[in-house]
């Protein structure tokens, strides 16, 4: 067995949807790290470009492209210029995701912002899919990474949206992974727990940080990177026999608040 191999992304692409800032950010900087081109793809062009010059500075290869998932000529775009940048895309991460976690009740929202987180959630994920999945197999290597989240298992009030466009995640990664596997792309997805982003930490205080670890074998938060080690078991040859997995990532328990 050549170990030096086996998490070596040296001479593959990969696209990083949502990948400007937190577990993005850092799923950028660990795949340049093993050696891929990264392209960090964020609706907000400016902190891409903070992000893909800090990978560059560190001696990684990045560029970045300004990306909106919900409009279908954006998702198109990001594939031709990636392609035309690096001639090949090997690997996918669908990182970005949206909704409002504890802001979803029925008695509050409309059909249409429900309508809207599965635009972002769903079916921009599997658009991306289909759009990346004839380069992987012309290059003879294919990973998608789907982000899911332990609240697509999880049952809190006023996350319906967000809930079940995560367990749409889940299950739509199990049955792709039926299509593409002939064609030797892998597709799996991970549910990370609670992470310290900036979105947590706004909201985060140590009340809220203790009761949410009452349930969590390992006694911290996640960080980005946690989320990011993942990201690289399936993005590389490591993983060469592992599709239609969702790993959950969250410390060995939940971190709800009740």
């Not at 009030?157 to 892998?186: C, Q, V, W």
């Amino acid at each position: 067995m050549d170990t030096s191999k086996l998490f070596d992304l040296k001479g593959k692409t990969a696209i990083i949807t949502g990948g400007a800032n937190g577990i993005g950010k850092a799923s950028c900087e660990m795949l340049a790290a093993f050696g891929a081109n990264v392209v960090v793809s964020d609706y907000n062009l400016d902190d891409a470009k903070k992000t893909a010059k800090e990978i560059i500075d560190k001696g990684g290869k990045a560029i970045a492209i300004d990306c909106d998932v919900t409009k279908d000529k954006a998702l198109v775009n990001l594939v031709n210029k990636t392609m035309k940048e690096y001639g090949g895309i090997h690997i996918l991460v669908n990182n970005v995701g949206g909704g409002g976690a504890g802001k979803e009740s029925p008695y509050d929202i409309e059909v249409e912002q429900f309508k809207k987180v599965f635009e972002m959630n769903v079916f921009s994920m599997w658009r991306l899919c289909q759009l990346v999945a004839p380069h992987m197999k012309k290059a003879g290597y294919g990973s998608i990474i789907n982000m899911s989240s332990m609240a697509s298992v999880n049952k809190s009030p006023a996350i319906s949206a967000y809930a079940s466009s995560k367990a749409a995640i889940n299950h739509m990664t199990r049955n792709l992974a039926f299509d593409y596997g002939p064609d030797e792309i892998r597709i799996n997805a991970i549910g990370p727990g609670a992470v310290k982003t900036h979105a947590l930490s706004t909201v985060l205080t140590p009340e809220i940080e203790k009761k949410m670890l009452a349930h969590t074998p390992i006694k911290r938060l996640g960080e980005p990177e946690d989320i990011a080690g993942a990201v690289l078991y399936f993005a590389a040859p490591i993983s060469k026999w592992t599709s239609g997995q969702v790993i959950f990532v969250n410390g060995g328990g939940v971190q709800t608040l009740d």
